[in-house]
T-cell receptor, first 114, second 116 residues
Framework: AQSVSQHNHHVILSEAASLELGCNYS??????LFWYVQYPGQHLQLLLK??????LVKGIKGFEAEFIKSKFSFNLRKPSVQWSDTAEYFC????????????FGGGTRVLVKP | NAGVTQTPKFRILKIGQSMTLQCTQD?????MYWYRQDPGMGLKLIYY???????DKGEVPNGYNVSRSTTEDFPLRLELAAPSQTSVYFC???????????????FGPGTRLTVT
């Protein structure tokens, strides 16, 4: 079965610092990749997604992610975080062979100090 | 559009009780999903549906049942509630399967369930 690992459970940053969240998955075939964000008290929202093409994907709010197939990774980045980026971030993977199921990582809680 | 709505927002159940978590979407999406979210575990898929009358098990279906009689509604039934079912439950919908341009999931606000 496919699995998704997010390396950091908690990250604490100061405003204007750069953010990189790691995501690795275990499936060797074709995958579709997603990053979701959950702001405090809110439901999950899509940040960005990758299906094919350019492995560097740009999403909302200045976030981007890079798909590195050889490393089975899809790391999320933001050059300069703001206090409003405080949230929990989830990586999710759809293996083409799994049909319409998403497997989520355990999430990373990010706290940005003003 | 209201998007994906869930009721109730909070519920406390006693062990052995049953209840139905309601989920409705007004976007005419074919695909609907139920997840549970536990701290540090991410979201686990309970059941999903690719259209009215069609449902399938996800990763953690035991203790739950679903039905999909209409495109809009996808209720989740808990029979004989157990403390292990204490969690936050999210419903989601998607216009297409995940491997397409529209293949993103839209989430509801969640239901926080405690079983004591």
């Amino acid at each position: 079965a496919q699995s998704v690992s997010q390396h950091n459970h908690h990250v604490i940053l100061s405003e204007a610092a750069s953010l990189e969240l790691g995501c690795n998955y275990s499936y060797g075939g074709t995958v579709n990749l997603f990053w979701y964000v959950q702001y405090p008290g809110q439901h999950l929202q899509l940040l960005l997604k990758y299906f094919s093409g350019d492995p560097l994907v740009k999403g909302i709010k200045g976030f981007e992610a890079e798909f590195i197939k050889s490393k089975f990774s899809f790391n999320l980045r933001k050059p300069s975080v703001q206090w409003s980026d405080t949230a929990e971030y989830f990586c999710a993977v759809n293996a083409a062979a799994a049909g319409n199921k998403l497997t989520f990582g355990g999430g990373t809680r990010v706290l940005v100090k003003p | 559009n209201a998007g994906v709505t869930q009721t109730p927002k909070f519920r406390i159940l006693k062990i052995g009780q049953s209840m139905t978590l309601q989920c409705t979407q007004d976007m005419n999406h074919n695909y609907m999903y139920w997840y549970r979210q536990d701290p540090g575990m991410g979201l686990k898929l309970i059941y999903y549906s690719v259209g009215a009358g069609i449902t399938d098990k996800g990763e953690v279906p035991n203790g739950y049942n679903v039905s999909r009689s209409t495109t809009e509604d996808f209720p989740l039934r808990l029979e004989l509630a157990a403390p292990s079912q204490t969690s936050v439950y999210f419903c989601a919908s998607s216009p297409t399967g995940l491997a397409g341009v529209g293949g993103e999931q839209y989430f509801g606000p969640g239901t926080r369930l405690t079983v004591t």
